[in-house]
């Protein structure tokens, strides 16, 4: 074999060993690649499992602490004795009368339909309860100096999302204002004050005309006039009234405020109750205005 015959096979080798070496530093290449991918799919797959690990997680703890809060006022309406007594009640308009039994010289009146001595030995803010009949707004009520504290504890002063439904902190806790305001969740469970919305709807306050309040006094029935929304600024949480012409402008703002004109006359001698919770937006809350007939 001549010398030019060696070179060709020395080169032709030569080339057959940088291509397979070429070969090895792509598969190589291509193998990092690879990996690399897995592991990012692999971390991206752990992220997305971890992400829903923690959502089963929180929306576990969000039902768990729903389920707790309705659970203890379930508990807490062994409290409520009896019916609330409608306005068409025969034995109200008797009451209303102050017709006098023959046995006693003592009037006829509404009593309490609660055991509030119960609910203030658990709890010593209890004022009362809230009713509306027919709803699942059935509630006792709480008052204290502190209009925070009662949106995260409930009636037992558990550590709560479902909070409690409270009074008005500047509010005389016998409802003797003019005006007084409740308040109450909207939560998405449909507890607490969340029914409020419902009244969006002439249809619904039809169904439902009357907001009940026990109190340490009687029971009272207060008939609903107006249901809005309204900026957590607005004249709607104004209280401190006395029965003049300047209440009666408050209340006919409040009547123009309607979604829809319920009917219902209310004057400056009338004392009313607003119940108030917040709307899916958060920015505004939706409010129902009642006159006291009882």
């Known amino acids: 074999m001549n010398t030019r015959e060696q070179r060709k096979k020395s080169t032709k080798k030569n080339n057959s060993q940088q291509t397979a070496k070429k070969r090895r530093k792509m598969n190589a290449a291509g193998q990092r690649k690879r990996q690399v991918h897995l592991l990012f799919q692999g971390i991206f797959l752990g992220l997305c499992i971890c992400l829903l690990c923690f959502s089963l997680y929180k929306l576990g703890s969000i039902f768990f602490e729903y389920h707790s809060g309705e659970k203890e006022y379930d508990e807490l309406r062994q409290y409520l004795l009896a019916e609330p007594i409608s306005p068409e009640d025969p034995a109200l308009a008797q009451a209303e009368e102050g017709e006098e039994s023959e046995e006693s010289d003592s009037t006829v009146v509404p009593m309490s339909r609660i055991d509030l001595a119960s609910l203030q030995e658990i709890n010593t803010d209890a004022i009362g309860w809230i009713e509306i009949a ?7 009520m709480v008052h204290t100096t502190d209009n925070t504290y009662y949106l995260t504890h409930t009636f037992r002063k558990e550590k709560n ?10 509010n005389a806790s016998d409802f003797s204002d003019m005006h007084t305001i409740v308040y109450g969740h909207n939560m998405k469970d449909g507890s607490m004050f969340a029914g409020l919305k419902n009244y969006s709807k002439a249809a619904y306050w039809e169904a439902h005309p009357y907001i009940y309040l026990d109190t340490a006094d009687a029971s009272h029935c207060y008939q609903i006039f107006s249901c809005h929304e ?34 219902v006359e209310v004057s400056k001698e009338d004392p ?4 108030s919770t917040c709307t899916k937006s958060g920015t505004k809350r939706f409010v129902v205005h009642a006159k006291k007939i009882y």
């Open 161 to 170: 999302k479902s909070g409690s439904v409270f009074l008005e902190a500047a």
């Open 272 to 275: 009313i109750l607003t119940l």
């Open 230 to 263: 309204a900026n957590t600024d607005d004249i709607t949480y104004t209280i401190g009234f006395k029965a003049d012409d300047t209440y009666q402008t408050f209340l006919d703002s409040l009547k123009e405020a309607s979604n829809y004109d319920t009917g």
């Open 134 to 140: 027919g709803t699942s707004i059935s509630y006792p």
